[in-house]
């Protein structure tokens, strides 16, 4: 094999660099969907190189492969590898269409175990632009959540249709002001492009959970991401308190009542982060920017 074509090998890995730090400013100062095209490149890159290296490591023998490998991690890049990358490729598309599919597959098995009734869209909440459905389904938890579906549309055109999904015991929990500034937060998901993106990426992390890359940036945009629809929704309604209030009823409820999706996440953590995003919020009512609201 030619320098040249051994020095293209190293290109990935000069691209995956180069990226992850425009990731890293873009994360601070850009818009969501800045940050997710982002974060897909960089993780498409990641699961080329991590893919690569799997294949080396296996064509090599195994656990010697990966003593080897860590021994001289240049071994990847010498003459006569250029086959292992070109197989390192496919695996890392087939990863990825694996996790869009599962992806899907989970949504659209949501609405079937569900069962969810289409909802009539609140009048204090702008009508979206793009095909959305408001849905509630039976049961005593408090949740809600949103995702976009893959469908085909007339004449078999390729579509996206959101879908916000709240249960029965978010309506019951919470005033009307209340659960519709949920429905807002989760329409501020949609518009960030959450539900195209941000689910990729989770169930990504979760297909490959031995990953730690994987499973920090998919931390990291999730918090990202739960703090930027907050803010959505306060733009929307102009009721941060309602919001805030929302957030302390789910995070004071035994943890067996309330999902992970209304929190951001389960468990502790889950509610360590909804503490912090009620304290936002309530720093942006007491900004004096947004009139008094009702049940405030």
Same mark, same amino acid.
């Given at each position: 094999m030619s320098d040249a074509i051994v020095g293209i090998l190293y290109l990935p890995v000069a691209l995956w660099v180069a990226v992850g730090l425009g990731l890293l400013v873009a994360y601070h100062r850009s818009t969501s969907a800045t940050v997710f095209r982002?974060?897909?490149?960089?993780?498409?890159?990641?699961?080329?190189?991590?893919?690569?290296?799997?294949?080396?490591?296996? /064509?090599? *023998?195994?656990?010697? *492969?990966?003593?080897?490998?860590?021994?001289?991690?240049?071994? =990847?890049?010498?003459?006569?590898?250029?086959?292992?990358? !070109?197989? *390192? +490729?496919? *695996?890392? !598309?087939?990863?990825?269409?694996? +996790?869009?599919?599962? +992806?899907? !597959?989970? +949504?659209?098995?949501? =609405?079937?175990?569900?069962? #969810?009734?289409?909802?009539?869209?609140? $009048? /204090?909440? #702008?009508?979206?632009? /793009? /095909?959305? $459905?408001?849905?509630?389904f039976p049961s005593d938890r408090v949740e809600a959540f949103s995702f976009t579906l893959a469908e085909f549309g007339p004449g078999g055109r390729p579509r996206r249709r959101d879908v916000i999904l709240v249960s029965d015991g978010l309506r019951a929990a919470l005033t009307p002001e209340e659960w519709q500034a949920v429905v807002a937060h989760e329409l501020g998901h949609i518009r960030g492009l959450d539900g195209r993106y941000l689910t990729f990426f989770r169930t990504f992390a979760r297909m490959m959970r031995w990953d730690p890359v994987l499973a920090f940036l998919s931390d990291r945009l999730t918090v990202r991401e739960e703090f930027r629809a907050d803010l959505e929704a306060v733009t929307i309604t102009g009721h941060p308190r309602a919001l805030a209030r929302a957030l302390y009823k789910a995070s004071a409820a035994p943890a067996r009542s309330v999902g992970a999706g209304l929190l951001g996440g389960g468990g502790r953590r889950g509610r360590r982060q909804a503490f912090e995003r009620i304290r936002r919020l309530v720093a942006l009512a007491e900004s004096g920017q947004f009139p008094e609201e009702p049940g405030a």
């Open positions: 982002l974060a897909a490149t960089f993780l498409g890159v990641w699961a080329f190189l991590a893919t690569t290296a799997l294949v080396w490591v296996v /064509a090599h *023998g195994g656990w010697p *492969g990966i003593d080897r490998l860590v021994r001289s991690p240049t071994a =990847l890049f010498a003459p006569g590898a250029l086959g292992l990358w !070109v197989w *390192g +490729a496919v *695996g890392a !598309v087939l990863v990825f269409v694996l +996790a869009f599919l599962l +992806a899907q !597959v989970v +949504a659209r098995g949501m =609405l079937v175990v569900y069962r #969810p009734r289409v909802l009539a869209w609140p $009048t /204090a909440i #702008p009508v979206p632009v /793009a /095909a959305t $459905t408001l849905m509630t």
